[in-house]
């Protein structure tokens, strides 16, 4: 009876996620988590738990789905179940990515998740551990290969909802080369196996990816602006805070390209609104800094600069020190626009120690560059003075 209760549960929690039910899913594990420790069924313990951090992430509630998470992760170590412990890992990862922006932790746990299901020969689970790699990569190309090898493992397995989420990954690849033909053919086939599993996000996942491709052709643009819209919809009626994030942010960006500032500024006020409405600190981050960038597109140094202040302090205050040194390097991009070179350096300065404390070469490299550029410009600056064409004082 133990494997068939096992089971049983995990499938029902993956039906239910599938439809939003999200506040089933809790009172289902709560319930399940209780029995299973009374009883002392480790296996079942661990698959409410990560039922539990599942839907806690789906609400927007990361606090509460880390602490879930990391509690099935040790009890399934504990019990020495190495599907459990990759289970958590996957989890684990997606709670750092969505909730936290937390890429490089993500990765660490995906990776580990890779190398145990590989050992393991759990191909399933291998599949979706290189789906989470794939998820985070910052290499299109890197997306493509690991979309491919769990394309593969999924027609292997005849997991249609696998392969929806492979195909969907490998289409989000192409949109980032600008292959919108691509992707939008790849598209159309991960819809088709998403509304056979049945699966209502991913399915509007899909279409408000088939709507950013669409956006890119002016011919298009306002049906892409729809299904985005769509998108958004769903994920609002599913409570799906990240992908609701996420879709508000796609929008806002699809807009700004567009040059429609107002209506792309309408957007960004309401990831700030929903961040502040979960009381979720990084998607606060998030938001103002993009909100600098607005500020900065719109000829308004001076207000991007406290935007992106503010997102930096927002970094430091959550122990994010990836994302504090972006936003301090655009800081300082914003110094250097307006001829404050020693401002820019400080800026530059303390992005680069962070990069390199992150052991981050190739952004630390970046940072150097752009600290040497600007000695550059300071001396033209002095020598445009000399002759009278300096805009603006410059040091």
Sequence with gaps: MMPTKTDSLRYDIRELMKSGAYSE????????????????????????????????????????????????????????????????????????????????????????????????????????????????AANPTHSSKQAWRVIDIAREADDGQLEARAILLLSNAFIRQSDYKKASDGLLVALRKAQAAQDRLLESLIIGQQGLALAQDSDTFQRGIEQQLTALEVARGLQAIFHEFMRLYTLAMTLLAANDYDEARSYFDQMLALSQDVEHKPYEMYTLGMLGQWHELRGKPDIAIAYFGRAADSARNIANPAYEARYLYALGSVHQSQWDFAGARRQFAQARALYRSLEDSRNATRVSAAILYSYVLAFASRFMRLIGLQPKDGQ
């Design 25 to 136: 899913i809790i009172d289902r594990c709560h319930l399940e988590l209780t029995m299973a420790r009374r009883e002392k069924r480790g296996s079942v313990e661990v698959i409410a738990l990560l039922g539990l951090a599942e839907a806690q992430t789906s609400l927007g509630h990361f606090g509460f789905a880390r602490d879930y998470v990391d509690q099935a992760l040790a009890r399934a170590e504990e019990i020495r179940s190495i599907g459990q412990t990759v289970d958590a890992l996957i989890v684990r990862a997606r709670i750092a990515r969505e909730g936290f922006f937390q890429t490089a932790e993500a990765d660490e746990d995906y990776q580990r998740a890779v190398d145990l299901a590989f050992e393991a020969g759990d191909m399933r689970r291998y599949g979706l551990s290189l789906l989470g790699m794939g998820e985070i």
